[in-house]
């Protein structure tokens, strides 16, 4: 279980993190399949071609993409399929979180001015005589 939290960002933007897979054996570590399942504003940045092969003592960087189209809280989990006998699938959760984006300002005349419209209503009750 190991997490990663993503920066909170406007909705409509991206933002890109980074996952370091370390081979700290004697052996090839190799690396099958990766997949992202739960909430589809995440991907992987940069496509690798699987297999992959990490030789002992080398690293292999992940780009891990976040793209939310709305403000909300989001989760998904990465599974790396590998050939670890110790740990075996690897499995990082990732969390991000997207708010709205900011509204354009319009800019304020220096002087407003309100047009002010009196309506005068008069009336007449007649009674007959």
């Known amino acids: 279980g190991d997490e990663l939290f993503f920066p909170t960002v406007q909705s409509g933007e991206e933002r890109n993190a980074e996952i370091t897979i ?3 054996g004697n052996e090839p570590l190799r690396i099958s399949a990766l997949y992202i399942s ?9 496509p690798l071609a699987l297999p992959l092969l990490i030789d002992p003592e080398q690293s292999q960087t992940l780009v891990i993409r976040f793209s939310p189209n709305q403000a909300e809280n989001f989760s998904a989990t990465l599974q790396i399929i590998n050939t670890d006998t ?25 002087t407003l001015t309100l047009g002010l419209v ?5 009336i007449y009750n007649f009674r007959k005589l």
């Open 86 to 110: 110790n740990q075996g699938a690897c499995a990082v959760n990732l969390r991000a979180s997207a708010i709205l984006a900011d509204l354009p300002t319009m800019p304020l005349p220096a």
């Open 38 to 46: 739960g909430d589809p504003v995440f991907s992987l940045g940069d």
């Open 22 to 24: 370390r081979n700290n």
């Open 118 to 122: 009196l309506m005068v209503f008069t």
